[in-house]
C-alpha cells in the first residue's frame, strides 16, 4: 500500500513539474502580459502598425538569433519577426529600454483562437538593468519603470487602434 501511495506521489509530482514546463513562456517567463478579445491576426496588425507609427519606439529590422543563458540553460530568441518574438527599443528621457515580447500560443492558435496575447519576456532599462522573470526576475522598481514605458508607448496605442480594453496578466 505504502509503496502504491508513493507512486501516486511520484506520478503527481512529475505531472505538476512537466505541466508547469509546457504551460510556461519556455525558459524566461513573463514579466507582465496584455491580453485582448480580438484574433492573433488583429493584434499582430494593430502592434506593426503602431511600432511602425510611433517615432519612439525603434525595431531592429536585422534577422539575428540569440541564445541567452539562464539559470544555466540556453534559450534562444529569435529576432524579428516570426509570429513569435518580436525585439523593440522605446526612446525615454533617460535613454532608450531595450524589449522582447512574444505573442502567446503557437501557429494552430493563430488560426482558431479569438483571444490573443502579448507578453514581455526581457526588458533592460536605460542602465541595462533587467532581465526576465526566468533569470530570477527583475527589481520591483525596474520592473515597473519598464512595465510603465512599454505601456505607455505601446500597449496603450494597440488598445486605441483595435478600440479595445486589454485585461493585465503574468
Not at 540556453?74 to 532608450?96: A, E, F, R, V
Not at 505573442?103 to 532599462?125: L, M, P, R, V
Amino acid at each position: 500500500m505504502t509503496r502504491q501511495i508513493s507512486l501516486y506521489l511520484i506520478i503527481f509530482l512529475l505531472t505538476t513539474v512537466l505541466t508547469g514546463c509546457f504551460i510556461g513562456a519556455g525558459t524566461h517567463g513573463s514579466l507582465k502580459g496584455y491580453q485582448y478579445a480580438t484574433t492573433k491576426e488583429k493584434l499582430d496588425s494593430a502592434v506593426i502598425f503602431v511600432i511602425n507609427n510611433n517615432p519612439n519606439i525603434y525595431r531592429d529590422t536585422t534577422n539575428s538569433n540569440y541564445i541567452i543563458e539562464i539559470n544555466g540553460k540556453n534559450d534562444t530568441i529569435i529576432d524579428n519577426y516570426s509570429k513569435s518574438y518580436l525585439t523593440i527599443k522605446i526612446k525615454t528621457n533617460k535613454g532608450q529600454a531595450d524589449y522582447t515580447f512574444r505573442y502567446y500560443g503557437g501557429e494552430e492558435d493563430w488560426k482558431i483562437s479569438t483571444t490573443s496575447e502579448i507578453f514581455i519576456c526581457y526588458a533592460h532599462d536605460e542602465l541595462g538593468k533587467g532581465g526576465s522573470e526566468g533569470n530570477g526576475g527583475v527589481d520591483r522598481k525596474t520592473l515597473k519603470h519598464l512595465t510603465e514605458v512599454f505601456e505607455r508607448e505601446l500597449v496603450c496605442h494597440i488598445d486605441k487602434q483595435l478600440n479595445l480594453m486589454h485585461i493585465e496578466t503574468e
